[in-house]
């Protein structure tokens, strides 16, 4: 079943029971801001195994990010803020500077609104739970990319450059387009499969990136939370671990020293598809009316 | 907004990858919608004439429409992936069988109006095309709603019938250049009608949407905008002038209406890239509703603090 129209939340991933006995437990990410040290190895062996195609390089100035923003080549974010705020609470504010840093990456949320929308089922729920893009299957006409409420979902444009020799196999109508699917973390799928944890994780020095069952997850986290507070921690939260958030709670949740929006990350996120019964109702409405007026427009002739 | 925190004032979502084949696609449906019910209507009250040409109207939309949306999809080749599953949470599935219904059937019953052949079934196909018709006009008022972005997620409410008023308005409209004045009395009445009623739609948006939807006063989506107003009203008023004596009035009038409400889905289309760019947009509301209403996105050591949410 998929997430309908106007459903509550209840936690549990739309679609992922109907796997039946091929059903395995949820597994997600914990990304602890708290011990990350800005490496970008998870960048890199992101893009290492999932063989995803360079995207540029260019200076920001957005203190360490030149990565900028997750993307269609970018499946793991590294951000970088610079504060002028105590580290804890206790502090006396003379040593009042810090530096978060923060690996971003998809959601893999409860209720998807890009895997309701998604017209042809490229979009999928994995038997893990997790969210995948079926490039096979993608026809690339990208009503993801604005149905994701946190921007991760985007059409991938190679450079032609980095096509030599490539002919890509498209009926052009109006011009030529290039690899033109939406692209994603797939929380890597292929090695799940293979009884392997997600690149980004393994690769992980500080152990910021946790892989595992969600449910062990959420235990370590509010463990993990509680000990902050304990040491003073400035403006430790969660983010997206309630199963009764606008999106059902995520797969990849966080802990956070300030606000998400610091991060780029919207403070209160609702799925797209939350009010999608009440939309289709008000459409008839505004079709029956529609034809009501033609037809008595037409009549007093 | 200085009010509003922000990662470098980098956009929290992603802008629409759209191109201009949808909004061109917005319009062109609109008219093959209603004029599908146009078509119908005239023939149950015995104006043939306008009857047979917004038929034909119809399915020359009906033409375009695929070949816009195949031209914009990344992969066009591949547009068939669309037709593979039926899917009602997806307003871009049930959109496309919506249009292979409604095309179907508008260029069959075209085709065998033209050759003069099969009446009987010309009559299902305009009946079939004249149901669907509806759906076809209004729908994408969905499609753009069910986003994340807030200029078109917040005005869920009024798209539907904004897109519904403006299809009316255009299929009006282009009756109007293609048809007798004579024969035209219903098309000036929708063309005129469709205009008035999509500027309070209009304006009942911006009521609903507040600073959200300042986009539509800036940018491009402020000068499609502005376009749309000046050439929809002007022709509407022309049409509702001289549409009835002077052929010449009629023609220009249409167009000017039917100019006017493709500008109208572009302003739309670049409002929702132009609400999507600034994090403002995004951040403000949701920051504002968390601090109201609490929010569960975010959990606090000790829950109890979880419904005071420092802004700063």
């Not at chain 2, 059937?105 to 075209?110: R, W």
């Amino acid at each position: 079943m998929s997430t309908l129209l106007g459903q509550e939340p209840t936690g549990v991933p739309d679609g992922h029971e109907a796997y039946g006995d091929e059903q395995q437990p949820r597994v997600g990410f914990f990304t602890d801001t708290s011990v990350c040290i800005g490496c970008k190895a998870c960048e890199v062996a992101c893009k290492e195994w999932n063989l995803i195609p360079q995207d540029g390089q260019a200076w920001t100035g957005h203190s360490y990010d030149n990565t900028g923003e997750l993307s269609a080549n970018t499946w793991r974010h590294v951000a970088f803020i610079e504060q002028e705020k105590p580290l804890r609470t206790n502090d006396d504010g003379t040593t009042a500077l810090r530096w978060l840093m923060e690996s971003d990456v998809c959601k893999h949320c409860t209720h998807a609104a890009c895997l309701d929308v998604c017209p042809t089922g490229a979009l999928f729920r994995t038997e893990f739970g997790t969210v995948v893009v079926q490039e096979d299957i993608c026809n690339g006409c990208g009503y993801c990319v604005p149905a994701c409420p946190f921007g991760v979902l985007d059409k991938r444009d190679i450079p032609s450059t980095a096509n030599v020799g490539h002919q890509p196999d498209l009926l052009p109508i109006f011009g030529k387009k290039e690899d033109g699917r939406v692209w994603k973390c797939t929380l890597c799928y292929d090695r799940l499969k293979g009884g392997h944890e997600p690149a980004c994780a393994q690769a992980c020095p500080t152990k910021s990136i946790q892989f595992g069952p969600l449910d062990e997850l959420h235990a370590r986290a509010d463990e993990r939370l509680a000990k902050l507070e304990a040491e003073g921690w400035n403006g430790a939260q969660l983010y997206l671990r309630d199963p009764e958030d606008g999106i059902g709670g995520a797969g990849a949740f966080f802990l956070l020293l300030d606000e998400p929006e610091v991060y780029g990350l919207p403070p209160d996120p609702v799925v797209t598809t939350k009010h999608l019964g009440s939309m289709w109702r008000n459409m008839a409405r505004a079709a029956a009316v529609l034809t009501v007026a033609i037809v008595g427009a037409c009549a007093r002739d | 907004m200085t009010d509003v925190q922000s990662y470098y004032g980098r956009p929290v979502l992603k802008e629409p990858t759209w191109m201009w084949e949808i909004p061109t696609y917005l319009f062109t449906g609109g008219v093959a919608g209603a004029s599908s019910v146009v078509s119908l209507s005239a023939k149950l009250f015995g104006n043939e004439e306008l009857s047979r040409r917004t038929l034909y109207i119809g399915a020359a939309a009906d033409v375009v429409n695929p070949m816009l949306l195949i031209s914009d999809l990344g992969r066009p080749e591949r547009f068939h992936h669309m037709l593979r599953v039926f899917k009602v949470t997806s307003p871009m599935n049930i959109g496309a069988w919506v249009l292979f219904v409604n095309g179907g059937a508008s260029t069959t019953a075209a085709a065998l109006e033209l050759l003069g052949i099969l009446k009987p079934v010309k009559l299902l196909a305009e009946l079939v095309s004249f149901l669907f018709g509806p759906p076809l006009a209004t729908y994408t008022g969905v499609l753009v709603a069910d986003t994340a972005i807030p200029v078109w997620h917040e005005a869920r409410q009024e798209l539907p019938w904004l897109f519904g008023a403006s299809a009316t308005a255009s299929a009006g409209a282009a009756a109007c250049i293609f048809c007798p004045p004579a024969s035209a009395g219903p098309a000036r009445r929708l063309a005129v009608g469709g205009v008035v009623a999509e500027g309070l739609l209009m304006h009942a948006m911006h009521l609903r949407l507040g600073e959200t939807g300042e986009v539509y006063r800036r940018g491009a989506a402020g000068a499609f905008s502005t376009a749309a107003k000046v050439m929809a009203s002007s022709g509407a008023l022309m049409l509702a002038r001289r549409g009835r004596r002077s052929r010449g009035a009629a023609v220009l009038g249409g167009a000017l209406v039917c100019a006017g409400e493709l500008c109208l889905r572009f302003a739309v289309h670049h409002a929702g890239k132009q609400s999507a760019r600034d994090p403002k947009y995004v951040v403000k509301p949701q920051r504002e509703r968390a601090t109201r209403d609490g929010t569960r996105a975010t959990t606090r050591p000790h829950e109890s603090a979880a419904s005071a949410s420092p802004g700063t």
